[in-house]
């Protein structure tokens, strides 16, 4: 009370800004080609092959992926020659666009499939789609230039790099693809993202083929580009998921297998992993942090659509490749009552509840 009678306000308390969070899905490698175009043709549904991911697509801000197959000249399917040599009929995108893919790595040995024109007609069709891409480009330079998602404010920066330039095991280089020997350049275009990105994302097209282990270049890129700055590092090509490491606290996932592929002759090329990466980021912080990772198994059906496994079915996946102790692995103590592999920091097994915040 004021000495006349009258009762004071209590002093008004400052506004408190709620934290901001953003959720995006990360998969393998997406090929649109060979038989996957053939599905497609004969469905004439060019969504097909996302059509049994599609709750979990879109329940993400975006999704990101290795784009394994440059667009070929034509808008439908036609039977190449060579099996090895990838190329998707542009009509194909629509696919890609209704799944939510916002970003898409061209770093891999099947960048130049269709030759120079081949790589840019497909940055031209994604740049007119408004879908980013790193990892190849018209030189080096653009290459290595990373490229920054924001959902919900938060800015989420991709970098990308292959083991090799053409299918060749690395042998030929071209100055189109970014390659991971190129660790001045990793470094340079990590350090110039501190400024402008919250989330740094690097990807590797690397790993020998048909293993569930990474070999030493995988592992000796993910780790230089965590000290440079990355604060997740996935893989692909290795056409098998492969297993983690934490390295300085931070997720590295040598290889998350296929996405969309017609690989079905063997058990362990119809297996993929898809995480779905939520961050959070606190008012006036110079970045966010990573508050979750969803380990998400697929199985590729008819040679080109993946779904969610059941439980029984992830779990063999995730054992397979050696991840079924990952929450032991990162340092979060499992809660009682989850799926094994759900720690503390809420990384978790096959799941398919949405996330309600994008």
């Known amino acids: 009370m004021t000495s006349c009678g009258v009762a004071r306000r209590p002093p008004a308390l400052p506004a408190i800004r709620p934290r901001t969070s953003a959720t995006f899905l990360v998969v393998g490698d997406i090929m649109l080609a060979r038989r996957v175009a053939a599905a497609m043709s004969r469905a004439r549904d060019p969504l097909l092959p996302f059509s049994g991911m599609r709750d979990v697509l879109h329940s993400v801000a975006f999704a990101f992926g290795n784009l394994e197959s440059p667009f070929s000249a034509r808008a439908q399917a036609s039977p190449s020659a060579n099996r090895l040599i990838f190329g998707a009929p542009s009509d194909t995108l629509s696919g890609l ?43 080096l330079d653009q290459a290595w230039q990373p490229a920054i998602v924001t959902a919900n404010g938060i800015r989420i920066a991709f970098v990308g790099a292959s083991y090799a330039s053409l299918n060749d095991l690395g042998v030929a280089r071209s100055p189109l693809v970014a390659r991971i020997e190129d ?127 059941t439980e029984s079915e992830g779990r063999t996946i995730l054992q397979d490749a050696g991840l079924d102790g990952l929450g032991e692995m990162i340092g979060g103590r499992r809660k009682r009552g989850t799926n094994a592999g759900q720690s503390a920091m809420a990384v978790s097994n096959a799941t398919g509840s949405n996330d309600d915040q994008r």
């Open 97 to 139: 666009m209704d799944a939510g893919f916002k970003i898409l790595n061209l770093a891999n040995n099947h960048a130049l499939d269709q030759g120079p024109a081949g790589l840019r007609r497909t940055a031209r069709l994604l740049d007119e789609n408004a879908i980013q891409h790193v990892g190849a480009g018209s030189d």
């Open 183 to 309: 660790r001045a350049r990793l470094r340079r275009a990590l350090a110039g993202l501190r400024a402008r990105a919250d989330f740094v994302v690097v990807t590797m097209h690397a790993g020998n083929e048909y293993t569930h282990r990474p070999n030493q270049a995988q592992i000796d890129f993910a780790h230089a580009a965590i000290d440079a700055g990355a604060n997740l590092v996935v893989g692909a090509h290795s056409h098998w998921v492969q297993t983690f490491e934490s390295y300085n606290g931070k997720p590295v996932f040598y290889g998350l297998g296929n996405f969309i592929f017609d690989q079905d002759w063997s058990r362990e090329t119809t297996h993929g992993l898809a995480l779905r990466v939520r961050l959070a980021k606190l008012p006036g912080a110079a970045s966010a942090s990573l508050e979750r990772i969803e380990l998400l198994p697929v199985i590729i059906e008819q040679a080109s659509t993946p779904r969610l496994t």
